[in-house]
Every structure is written in structure tokens, then in C-alpha cells.
């Protein structure tokens, strides 16, 4: 069946893109950016045209980390409903992780994930190929040009993916010719101190605020240290998810271009926003895996947007209902939806701290694409897919229960006010989100990869 494609013309905006701020028009035709000019008129009636009115147009947001849940765990999200909560939060493109039910650790589970995500996903997609102890011929198979990674789970989170034989991991990081991806937490001092404090207080009463003393600073360095160590000895490329802490940047390169690093890093939402103070208020609603750390390691990871030694900022996205947030303590499961949330938060964060928005965008947009090497997204350029957001920087609305789409029906940012809000959002050059409602079809398509 043919896909129609609307002819719009975005007028009077402020285009942020590669680094700069310009006033101009950007025309979507065929699914592509067909022109970006500073004026540019309607050539006829069939053209519709949306007035920006000064607001923000930048490119989609593309997050290279998430859990949508299916399958096998839907009742906390599925690949429709939290790809409807991207679209609202001007979140184009992502990337998926293999911890579901059954695990995407061979081929065939992956492959079905791809053709579930063909029917119903309102955002582009891709999904890691999961790690385990034992299928190392498996991650051999997978293609570099249709497939983003190979996820390693060098702690244990939800889904219990925990890759921890020593000789499997080098043969991974010496032979699987792909971009390899890390979870990085070092168990053995994670149940070491898990066992220390169970002796002092007792699991009853464990809190939220234990949570940074178990998965320690210490927990995340021997991780991330040993798996940066094995990058370098084997040549591996390597991208470490979810820095937490100061202590894991000094492992990290700044001030050289993206394109020439083999070692890369994220920081997310939360710890970019959050810090261990925020755990008497917010309690398991901030339990994620690494857990949030203190102000100083939330300090330096802002820092690190700017000097470099973080490449790209995500959400890892990883809804659970509240009801088994609301476990105590050690029962509840670790992870929150963020995803609808992320830009406005990235730019409310960017105006509290004097960053330029520009960074904002090459951060979230432009050094995904370029680390992961996505094909024609990620940018304002003509011929590229018209995955495009409108943004009003001055338009302060305030995040409620109502508002939310994940499935889970909950935020840690219930209750916050953000200056920006995300008014409009194209996928592929289809109107899919607009002033608070998702209109239209799915219109995702299955993110492709220019390796060799």
C-alpha cells in the first residue's frame, strides 16, 4: 500500500541545528526536508503551512537508550503506548533494549521484536541484540547496517542479563565485530555491600536513600574501568550507558571529535537532574540502575555536556506501574518513564545553567546519529527523513498524572514546571503529535546504519 505523504511548510522559526540559531522556513515533502531557506512561499494550495511563530524547529530527539517492555512485560509498557509518549515528548527515533520476556539474544526473538514495531510504532526504531554468557556465535550474526548494538550487561538489572564469565566477555569485545554497548556495575561489590548493610539495618528497614550505598561509586568504577580497559586492549568500538559519576570520567576522553573516539559515553535525564538529596522526597520513584548519586557527581556530569566526555544524553526509559514502585524498598524494581519528558527537562536544565540550547540538540540529536551512525536522521538537511519538532521555549506547563502517556501512568517529574513545551512533532513527514494530542497513523520505520 502507497504511503501519503502531506506537503508542509514550517514557517517563521528559529532552526537549531549544527551548532547554530537561525530564523527560516523548512519544507517537508515525501517523508524528506525537501528545502530549508530563510523565506520560503507555498508553491500551491495543497501545501499546508504551520506558523512557528518564533518557536524552536529542531531536529527529532533520537534516544539510544530505552525499555518499552514487550514483550512479555506489557502491563508496565509496550512498544505503542511509550512510543506514543516519544512522539509527545518530541522523541523521534529510539533505540530498545533485549532485557524482555523472552530476551532478544538471538536472531529470531529479535527479528520479531523488529516486526511488532512495524505495525505499531509511532517513532523510528531500533533494538539491541542482548549478551549472555553463551551466545557469542549468535551476536556474530547480526547485521552492522540494521541493528544498532550488542547490549552487555556487565551488572545485574531487570531481567537478570548479567554477563559474568571473564573469558566470554573478551571474546565478545575481541570478536563480535559490531558497536558494543555496556551496562556497567560491578557485581561482586554490589552484593558485598548489600550484605554489609542487610547486617546493620535489616531489610525492612532499607530505603530509597540505601539504594547509592549498595550500587555504589566504587560499584560503577570497577565496571566501567575493566570494560573500558578490555575496549582498549581489544580495539572494540565500546559505548558506556549511564555514567553516574565523577570518578567514571576520568576514564573518558573530552575535547576531540566524536568521529574519532572508539570509546564513548552517556549520561541520562535523571542523573543529570537529580542527586541523593532528592531521595527523601522522591524515594523509589528515582530507583534506577546505577542509582542516583550526589550533587558533586551530578555537577560533574553536567560539566562533562560541555567538555566533551559526554557524548549523548538519553533517558533510559524504563517504566514499572506504581504499585510495584511503591514495594518497599527492596522489592521494588528499579527504572522510571522518562522519555516524555526528556527534551523539556534537557531544556529547562540548559536555561537553569546557561547552556546553550544548541548543545541541547547536538547532544540529544546530532551525536546519537553521528555515534551510531544512523542514516539521513538527526539533522536539519535537506534529503534527510523530515523527523522534525516545533518547540516553544515560553509556554510554562506543568507536568500532571493527566498529561502522562506511558502506560505506567506516572512520573518522577509529576508536579514540575517546564518553560518549554513541545507543540508539534513529524515522523518520517507526518504530523504525528500536536498541542497536547497524537493524531494520525504510526508512522515509525526501522532505523538503518551506515557501517561498513
Same mark, same amino acid.
Given at each position: 500500500?502507497?504511503?501519503?505523504?502531506?506537503?508542509?511548510? #514550517?514557517?517563521?522559526?528559529?532552526?537549531?541545528?549544527?551548532?547554530?540559531?537561525?530564523?527560516?522556513?523548512?519544507?517537508?515533502?515525501?517523508?524528506?526536508?525537501?528545502? #530549508?531557506?530563510?523565506?520560503?512561499?507555498?508553491?500551491?494550495?495543497?501545501?499546508?503551512?504551520?506558523?512557528?511563530?518564533?518557536?524552536?524547529?529542531?531536529?527529532?530527539?533520537?534516544?539510544?537508550?530505552?525499555? +518499552?517492555?514487550?514483550?512479555?512485560?506489557?502491563?508496565?509498557?509496550?512498544?505503542?503506548?511509550?512510543?506514543?509518549?516519544?512522539?509527545?515528548?518530541?522523541?523521534?527515533?529510539?533505540?530498545?533494549?533485549?532485557?524482555?520476556?523472552?530476551?532478544?539474544?538471538?536472531?529470531?526473538?529479535?527479528?520479531?521484536? %523488529?516486526?511488532?514495531?512495524?505495525?505499531?510504532?509511532?517513532?523510528?526504531?531500533? +533494538?539491541?541484540?542482548?549478551?549472555?554468557?553463551?551466545?557469542?556465535?549468535? @551476536?556474530?550474526?547480526?547485521?552492522? !547496517?540494521?541493528?544498532?548494538?550488542?547490549?552487555?550487561?556487565?551488572?545485574?538489572?531487570?531481567?537478570? *542479563?548479567?554477563?559474568?564469565?571473564?573469558?566470554?566477555?573478551?571474546?565478545?569485545?575481541?570478536?563480535?565485530?559490531?558497536?558494543?554497548? =555496556?551496562?556497567?556495575?560491578?557485581? =561482586?561489590? #554490589?552484593?558485598?555491600?548489600?550484605?554489609?548493610?542487610?547486617? /546493620?539495618?535489616?531489610?525492612?528497614?532499607?530505603?530509597?536513600?540505601?539504594?547509592?550505598?549498595?550500587?555504589?561509586?566504587?560499584?560503577? %568504577?570497577?565496571?566501567?574501568?575493566?570494560?573500558?580497559?578490555?575496549?582498549?586492549?581489544?580495539?572494540?568500538? $565500546?559505548?558506556? %550507558?549511564?555514567?553516574?559519576?565523577?570518578?567514571?570520567?576520568?576514564? @573518558?576522553?573530552?575535547?576531540?571529535?566524536?568521529?574519532?573516539? /572508539?570509546?564513548?559515553a552517556e549520561a541520562c535525564v535523571h542523573h543529570l537532574w537529580f542527586s541523593d538529596?532528592? %531521595?527523601?522526597?522522591?524515594?523509589?520513584?528515582?530507583?534506577?540502575?546505577?542509582?542516583?548519586?550526589?550533587?558533586?557527581?551530578?555537577?560533574?556530569? !553536567?560539566?562533562?555536556?560541555?567538555?566533551?566526555?559526554?557524548d549523548v544524553v538519553s533517558t533510559d526509559h524504563a517504566p514499572h506501574t506504581l504499585?510495584?514502585? *511503591?514495594?518497599?524498598?527492596?522489592?521494588?524494581?528499579?527504572?522510571?518513564?522518562?522519555?516524555?519528558?526528556?527534551?523539556?527537562? *534537557?531544556?529547562?536544565?540548559?536555561?537553569?545553567?546557561?547552556?546553550?540550547?544548541?548543545?541541547?540538540?547536538?547532544?540529544?540529536?546530532?551525536?546519537?546519529?553521528? @555515534? $551510531?551512525?544512523?542514516?539521513?536522521?538527526?539533522?536539519?538537511?535537506?534529503?534527510?527523513?523530515?523527523?522534525?519538532?516545533?518547540?516553544?521555549?515560553?509556554?510554562?506547563?506543568?507536568?500532571?498524572?493527566?498529561?502522562? @502517556?506511558?502506560?505506567?501512568?506516572?512520573?518522577?517529574?509529576?508536579? /514540575?514546571?517546564?518553560? =518549554?513545551?513541545?507543540?508539534?512533532? $513529524?515522523?518520517?513527514?507526518?504530523?504525528?503529535?500536536?498541542?497536547?494530542?497524537?493524531?494520525? /497513523?504510526?508512522?515509525?520505520?526501522?532505523?538503518?546504519?551506515?557501517?561498513?
Amino acid at each position: 500500500m502507497t504511503t501519503i505523504h502531506p506537503r508542509i511548510l #514550517i514557517k517563521n522559526a528559529r532552526l537549531i541545528n549544527e551548532g547554530i540559531i537561525t530564523e527560516g522556513d523548512i519544507l517537508l515533502e515525501h517523508g524528506r526536508i525537501a528545502r #530549508i531557506d530563510s523565506t520560503l512561499t507555498p508553491s500551491d494550495t495543497h501545501v499546508q503551512v504551520i506558523d512557528a511563530a518564533g518557536g524552536y524547529v529542531m531536529p527529532g530527539v533520537i534516544d539510544s537508550q530505552v525499555h +518499552f517492555r514487550e514483550p512479555g512485560l506489557t502491563h508496565k509498557g509496550d512498544i505503542a503506548s511509550e512510543s506514543m509518549a516519544a512522539i509527545a515528548g518530541g522523541v523521534t527515533s529510539y533505540v530498545e533494549q533485549p532485557n524482555t520476556v523472552p530476551q532478544a539474544v538471538t536472531v529470531e526473538e529479535l527479528e520479531k521484536k %523488529y516486526a511488532r514495531a512495524a505495525e505499531v510504532s509511532w517513532a523510528n526504531y531500533s +533494538f539491541n541484540m542482548g549478551a549472555t554468557n553463551n551466545n557469542l556465535e549468535e @551476536l556474530k550474526k547480526i547485521s552492522k !547496517r540494521d541493528v544498532a548494538g550488542i547490549k552487555i550487561f556487565m551488572g545485574s538489572s531487570t531481567g537478570n *542479563m548479567l554477563v559474568d564469565n571473564p573469558e566470554t566477555l573478551e571474546r565478545i569485545f575481541r570478536e563480535v565485530d559490531h558497536q558494543l554497548i =555496556a551496562h556497567c556495575e560491578d557485581e =561482586a561489590t #554490589i552484593q558485598r555491600n548489600l550484605q554489609n548493610i542487610l547486617a /546493620k539495618k535489616g531489610a525492612a528497614y532499607l530505603t530509597a536513600a540505601d539504594h547509592p550505598i549498595i550500587r555504589s561509586a566504587e560499584g560503577c %568504577y570497577v565496571s566501567s574501568s575493566a570494560a573500558i580497559a578490555m575496549a582498549r586492549k581489544t580495539g572494540a568500538r $565500546f559505548h558506556l %550507558y549511564h555514567v553516574s559519576t565523577a570518578q567514571e570520567l576520568e576514564l @573518558l576522553e573530552g575535547d576531540i571529535p566524536l568521529s574519532e573516539k /572508539k570509546i564513548t559515553a552517556e549520561a541520562c535525564v535523571h542523573h543529570l537532574w537529580f542527586s541523593d538529596e532528592d %531521595y527523601a522526597d522522591k524515594g523509589n520513584l528515582i530507583k534506577w540502575n546505577p542509582a542516583i548519586k550526589t550533587k558533586d557527581d551530578r555537577d560533574a556530569l !553536567r560539566a562533562a555536556l560541555l567538555n566533551g566526555k559526554i557524548d549523548v544524553v538519553s533517558t533510559d526509559h524504563a517504566p514499572h506501574t506504581l504499585e510495584e514502585k *511503591m514495594r518497599p524498598y527492596i522489592d521494588a524494581p528499579s527504572g522510571g518513564p522518562l522519555i516524555q519528558n526528556s527534551l523539556p527537562a *534537557m531544556i529547562e536544565l540548559a536555561r537553569r545553567t546557561d547552556m546553550d540550547v544548541a548543545r541541547i540538540v547536538q547532544l540529544m540529536c546530532h551525536n546519537q546519529a553521528d @555515534l $551510531f551512525g544512523i542514516e539521513e536522521r538527526g539533522y536539519l538537511r535537506e534529503g534527510y527523513h523530515a523527523d522534525v519538532v516545533i518547540v516553544d521555549p515560553s509556554r510554562p506547563w506543568n507536568v500532571t498524572r493527566e498529561s502522562i @502517556l506511558s502506560k505506567c501512568g506516572w512520573s518522577p517529574f509529576e508536579g /514540575k514546571t517546564f518553560a =518549554a513545551r513541545v507543540t508539534h512533532t $513529524f515522523v518520517n513527514g507526518h504530523l504525528v503529535y500536536r498541542n497536547g494530542h497524537v493524531r494520525g /497513523k504510526a508512522a515509525g520505520q526501522r532505523l538503518m546504519f551506515l557501517r561498513g
